[in-house]
């Protein structure tokens, strides 16, 4: 996999602090490793898992669906609420429609983090997408991701180790998710930041107006340079610097370490 392997860093805080970093659909850890090595430099222990299906087969992404990715992220939190006292979640695109789902349905979520998530699709990749994994998916069972990524950044583009196709099976679980998590918004509790970059290709920067009033988001911001991937773009640093000081201002309280 190399550069879409997950990740796992100790952060220096002694495990007050861990991160969820949670990549995109038919992406990999890659997308969140940029933000996941300035998160850990700030102390916090931080962790990119990869999502069922993903880094393997387009047919494996076929076999799974958004039950999968919810269950493995709740997984993964379960799993990192055992070494750190207080966690945040991050996710990009998918991701960030499973940090808000996370947030929504598990109690103890410190913080969480939005970036790119797409309540729907629009323009002519959502009616392409909709056609596809509704009454064409019977003959037409992946789409080709023309174009790569869709991230400004040419080298990122160009070294991303996502897949190059999508399954129509998989992309229908992921459009049944969207109104899932829409519904779940108002049951979040802890403080949520939204991030989104107005010249998104895949995820309409109106969605970003969406969670952000119905989970009561406590900062939206909206990026001019980007396109979908934030993350990894060429704002990226902006990003991280963002992300940062919200997980900080949201999880430190004082108290001292609890690792188990």
């Given at each position: 996999m190399g550069l879409g392997e997950p990740f796992d860093l100790v952060g220096s805080d002694g495990g007050e602090v861990g991160v969820l970093c949670v990549h995109g659909f038919s992406g990999t850890p890659y997308e969140?490793?940029?933000?996941?090595?300035?998160?850990?430099?700030?102390?916090?222990?931080?962790?990119?898992?990869?999502?069922?299906?993903?880094?393997?087969?387009?047919?494996?992404?076929?076999r799974t669906g958004w039950v999968d990715w919810a269950a493995a992220v709740e997984a993964e939190a379960a799993a990192l609420a055992q070494r750190?006292?207080?966690?945040?979640?991050?996710?990009?695109?998918?991701g960030g429609l499973l940090a808000l789902h996370l947030a929504a349905t598990r109690p103890g979520i410190s913080a969480v983090v939005t970036l790119a998530a797409p309540l729907w699709l629009?323009?002519?990749?959502g009616g392409v997408a909709r056609l596809a994994a509704g009454p064409l998916a019977r003959w037409i069972p992946r789409l080709p991701k023309l174009g790569?990524?869709?991230?400004?950044?040419?080298?990122?583009?160009?070294?991303?180790?996502?897949?190059?196709?999508?399954?129509?099976?998989?992309?229908?679980?992921?459009?049944?998710f969207m109104?899932?998590?829409d519904a779940a918004l108002p049951q979040i509790t802890a403080p949520v930041l939204v991030m989104h970059a107005r010249h998104d290709h895949t995820a309409?920067?109106?969605?970003?107006?969406?969670?952000?009033?119905?989970?009561?988001?406590?900062?939206?911001?909206?990026?001019?340079?980007?396109?979908?991937?934030?993350?990894?773009?060429?704002?990226?640093?902006i990003v991280a610097a963002e992300v940062?000081?919200?997980v900080r201002d949201h999880t430190r309280q004082g108290d001292p370490a609890c690792v188990t």
């Open positions: 969140m490793r940029v933000l996941g090595a300035s998160l850990h430099q700030a102390g916090f222990t931080v962790r990119g898992p990869l999502l069922p299906g993903h880094g393997t087969s387009v047919d494996d992404l076929a750190c006292r207080r966690i945040a979640v991050v996710g990009e695109s998918l629009g323009g002519l990749v790569g990524s869709d991230v400004r950044d040419p080298a990122v583009r160009a070294e991303n180790p996502c897949y190059t196709s999508i399954p129509t099976r998989a992309l229908a679980q992921l459009l049944a109104p899932v998590v309409p920067v109106a969605c970003a107006a969406r969670i952000a009033e119905r989970a009561r988001a406590q900062r939206l911001r909206i990026l001019p340079r980007s396109y979908h991937l934030i993350a990894v773009d060429v704002e990226r640093d940062g000081a919200f």
